[in-house]
């Protein structure tokens, strides 16, 4: 279901935001027509046991489409190959959503995409106790679940002014021997993009919302146990061209305000060449914040 991955080097502050410090990895997703019909895939082996997918999509009426799928994932521990302890970390999981693209006028699409999953992992882990030794070996099953919702409107005004509003919710709940956790989080972005003669013009506004709800052990604990933290952010970046098809300069900022770290500008200049067919010459010099959650202090 990948049409394509950027690799984007270099710090992308500007348009991703905080901890784009080193480049960004974008994966694009196909549209719903251009996965229409049945597709089935099984594998099996040995350290992956069996990867499993079925896939269907069609149309809905002349313009809109849709598809359905669900994956199952058997893999087994890894085994260690010199006389020590195995790996104890296999996992099962299962997966299904859906994707529908609406085409609501010559102007207007709407998205949604959705997923639900659902597994387990084998888990060892050393935890802290109070008598002697002190420590104990743990290996239980630990549950994961969790899905996503998103939703976008894309309008477009003219060949060279179109804008999008996206809505994303996600539910990530772990149940494992130091900490359960249950984490929701909820998006919110709009951008506008413009394109002038010599210039392409991008801006929007950011919100993120995320409540933790880390139920600990005496190994581990978190306080408050409950916890929400809101991201605000605006961006603007403008690529200008200097010399048609051949230099193109960047300019932008990424303002983005987060309860960890307060206020952050991260901005960035970068301006690219093509001295021939199949090359290019580029030079950048960027901000990029690496910003804290809490959620980074539990793995």
């Given amino acids: 279901d990948i049409e394509r991955i950027e690799v984007i080097r270099g710090p992308g502050a500007t348009l991703w935001g905080a901890n784009a410090v080193n480049g960004v990895i974008?994966?694009?997703?196909?549209?719903?027509?251009?996965?229409?019909g049945g597709l089935?895939?099984?594998?099996?082996?040995?350290?992956?046991?069996?990867?499993?997918?079925?896939r269907f999509g069609g149309k809905i009426g002349e313009k809109s489409a849709y598809r359905i799928f669900a994956k199952y994932a058997d893999r087994a521990e890894f085994r260690s190959t010199h006389g020590g302890q195995d790996g104890e970390d296999g996992s099962l999981i299962g997966r299904a959503g859906a994707r529908v693209d609406l085409q609501l006028s010559d102007e207007d699409t709407l998205t949604f995409v959705g997923d639900y999953y659902r597994g387990k992992f084998d888990e060892r882990r050393i935890t802290a106790i109070l008598s002697p030794?002190?420590?104990?070996?743990?290996?239980?099953?630990a549950g994961i679940s969790g899905g996503s919702a998103l939703l976008r409107w894309d309008h477009t005004f003219s060949e060279s002014s179109e804008t999008s509003l996206q809505a994303?919710?996600?539910?990530?709940?772990?149940?494992?021997?130091r900490l359960d956790q249950s984490i929701d989080t909820i998006d919110l972005d709009f951008t506008h993009r413009v394109r002038l003669?010599?210039?392409?013009?991008?801006y929007g506004l950011g919100y993120r919302n995320v409540r933790m709800d880390l139920d600990g052990t005496f190994?581990?604990?978190f306080l408050p146990s409950i916890r929400r933290t809101d991201t605000y952010?605006?961006?603007?970046?403008?690529?200008i061209e200097i010399l048609k098809d051949k230099v193109y300069l960047t300019l932008g900022s990424k303002f983005e305000y987060s309860p960890y770290t307060g206020?952050?500008?991260q901005p960035s200049a970068r301006i690219i060449g093509h001295p021939a067919q199949g090359h290019a010459l580029w030079a950048s010099v960027s901000k990029a914040a690496r910003t804290a959650s809490a959620s980074r202090f539990t793995s």
Wanted: hydrophobic share 35%.
């Fill in 168 to 177: 994303y919710y996600d539910r990530t709940v772990r149940e494992e021997i």
């Fill in 133 to 141: 030794p002190f420590a104990e070996r743990k290996k239980d099953d």
């Fill in 197 to 202: 003669p010599r210039n392409d013009v991008v």
């Fill in 263 to 265: 206020f952050e500008a």
């Fill in 233 to 239: 952010s605006a961006f603007v970046q403008d690529e």
């Fill in 26 to 36: 974008n994966i694009i997703t196909k549209k719903a027509q251009e996965t229409k």
């Fill in 219 to 221: 190994a581990v604990s």
């Fill in 40 to 54: 089935v895939t099984a594998s099996a082996g040995t350290a992956e046991r069996t990867i499993d997918a079925v």
